[in-house]
């Protein structure tokens, strides 16, 4: 059983997930996006339909590219239970992401068997306390695949 990393306190994750989203803001989309490079992961912003509400509900998630896809992985901070916005996908796949180069539309998926091992072990690559962070939930944490939905216009 690899060993549990540290995880600051959930307050904590909390105040720096919504600096990252008025830094977003606040340069009007100039800050708070970057693409992957290589052995780093980069950092997009993902808009969903509210499951309940569907309003448009929108984060900053981590992600890798991988071929025409954009991967992702469902941690809620590593805390348990699964973050909201994929629940909202669970519910509706269909979504857009804005990336530093602009927006476009995708289709979610969880990735499974073959496929999950495959990108877990990618993200491993980028976050060697991946495993520890992981065991730290008591549920399996998801791969989600972004592909993308040609046959949509995005958003702008």
Do not use: C
């Not at 912003?45 to 954009?70: K, N």
């Amino acid at each position: 059983m690899p060993d549990k990393p540290r995880v600051p306190p959930r307050w904590f994750i909390r105040i720096a997930w919504a600096v990252h989203r008025g830094i977003y803001r606040g340069s009007g989309g100039r800050l708070g996006l970057w693409g992957p490079k290589p052995g780093k992961w980069g950092a997009m912003r993902l808009t969903t339909r509210g499951r309940r509400s569907g309003v448009q509900r929108s984060v900053i998630v981590a992600y890798f590219e991988d071929g025409p896809d954009l991967v992702t992985i469902a941690m809620n901070g590593w805390g348990e239970g699964e973050p909201a916005w994929w629940l909202n996908l669970q519910a509706d796949p269909a979504a857009t992401v804005e990336l530093p180069g602009g927006v476009r539309p995708v289709r979610a998926h969880a990735a499974a068997g073959a496929e999950r091992e495959r990108l877990w072990a990618r993200w491993r690559e980028l976050d060697a306390d991946l495993d520890g962070y992981a065991a730290r939930r008591t549920t399996p944490t998801t791969v989600v695949v972004l592909a993308p939905r040609p046959d949509q216009q995005a958003a702008t």
